[in-house]
């Protein structure tokens, strides 16, 4: 269960769609929680997914998102992260594992769970194909998702 809303949320982060939704119709629990931990946050926008919430926005000239469950529990956040900062192992196995080409680089992003976790997931393309990865911070990776 925990790898099908893994899943779920790093579809977000990679990009599918979703719709908008203003402030207003965010519940207080959630927007308290955001400002709280986000206040230098700027150009906050949000979007509401069918189990969870995102807040996407800037700190620092990083464009960052914030994920909630509809209870107001704040589950982690993602950012672009590049791809050549990759935890050594975890680099030298995908490159090995993964050549360019075939395998096109789509995206490289660094989750953090609400309990200070950090995982990366790459995304790549082959073949009209999508493969990510997720890469663990000692290096190893494992296939997250292939569609």
């Given at each position: 269960?925990?790898?099908?809303?893994?899943?779920?949320?790093?579809a977000?982060?990679?990009?599918?769609?979703?719709?908008?939704?203003?402030a207003?119709?965010?519940?207080?629990?959630?927007r308290?929680?955001?400002?709280?931990?986000?206040?230098?946050?700027?150009?906050?926008?949000w979007?509401?997914?069918?189990?969870?919430v995102?807040?996407t926005f800037?700190?620092?000239?990083?464009?960052?998102?914030?994920?909630?469950?509809?209870?107001?529990d704040?589950?982690?956040?993602?950012?672009?992260?590049?791809?050549?900062?990759l935890?050594?192992?975890?680099l030298?196995?995908?490159?090995?594992?993964?050549?360019?080409?075939?395998?096109?680089?789509?995206?490289?992003?660094?989750?953090?769970?609400?309990?200070?976790?950090?995982?990366?997931?790459?995304?790549?393309?082959?073949?009209?194909?999508?493969?990510?990865?997720?890469?663990y911070t000692?290096?190893s990776?494992?296939?997250?998702?292939?569609?």
């Amino acid at each position: 269960m925990k790898k099908i809303f893994l899943a779920a949320l790093l579809a977000v982060s990679i990009g599918t769609s979703a719709f908008s939704a203003s402030a207003k119709n965010v519940n207080d629990p959630i927007r308290d929680q955001f400002a709280a931990a986000f206040d230098n946050a700027q150009n906050v926008t949000w979007i509401n997914e069918n189990d969870f919430v995102v807040a996407t926005f800037t700190i620092d000239g990083n464009q960052m998102k914030a994920f909630y469950n509809y209870d107001g529990d704040f589950i982690g956040t993602s950012k672009v992260f590049a791809f050549d900062k990759l935890p050594k192992n975890g680099l030298t196995s995908i490159m090995q594992k993964y050549p360019y080409p075939p395998y096109k680089l789509q995206e490289c992003i660094e989750f953090v769970n609400a309990d200070g976790e950090k995982n990366y997931f790459v995304s790549f393309e082959k073949d009209n194909q999508m493969l990510v990865l997720q890469i663990y911070t000692e290096g190893s990776v494992q296939l997250f998702v292939k569609e």
